[in-house]
Nanobody
Framework: QVHVVESGGGLVQAGGSLRLSCDVSGRTFSDYAMGWFRQAPGKEREFVAA????????YYAVSVKGRFTISRDNAKNTVYLQMNSLKPEDTAVYYC??????????????????????WGQGTQVTVSA
């Protein structure tokens, strides 16, 4: 069993920054690709960013590219999402997810929720105008 726990959410003004963290335990962290998704009230869960097992490949949604950066520290079993230039439309619950079989895929597969096996409970990010 893999446990995924997000932290770092909060309230920030538009234009500000936040860094989300996601701690993973239970299995070998480097066996898993990691992704961040978000869900706003009344909307479906959407892909935000993902990173492969080594950190050598990253993927971003068009809406966050250039503003958000995903990274991982395999020694600390942690993945991060640095969010800059935040906008009110970034307001959502942010979820971290771990995908084991994504090591066999690349590209668009990383944006598909069905490819992730373990999910955290989410952390709220609210951006005020």
């Amino acid at each position: 069993q893999v446990h995924v726990v997000e932290s770092g959410g909060g309230l920030v003004q538009a234009g500000g920054s936040l860094r989300l963290s996601c701690d993973v335990s239970g299995r070998t962290f480097s066996d898993y690709a990691m992704g961040w998704f978000r869900q706003a009230p009344g909307k479906e869960r959407e892909f935000v960013a993902a990173i492969n097992w080594s950190g050598g490949s990253t993927y971003y949604a068009v809406s966050v590219k250039g503003r958000f950066t995903i990274s991982r520290d395999n020694a600390k079993n942690t993945v991060y999402l640095q969010m800059n230039s935040l906008k009110p439309e970034d307001t959502a619950v942010y979820y971290c997810a771990a995908g084991y079989y994504l090591k066999y895929y690349s590209g668009s597969h990383y944006s598909m929720p069905d490819h992730y096996d373990y999910w955290g409970q989410g952390t709220q990010v609210t951006v005020s105008a």
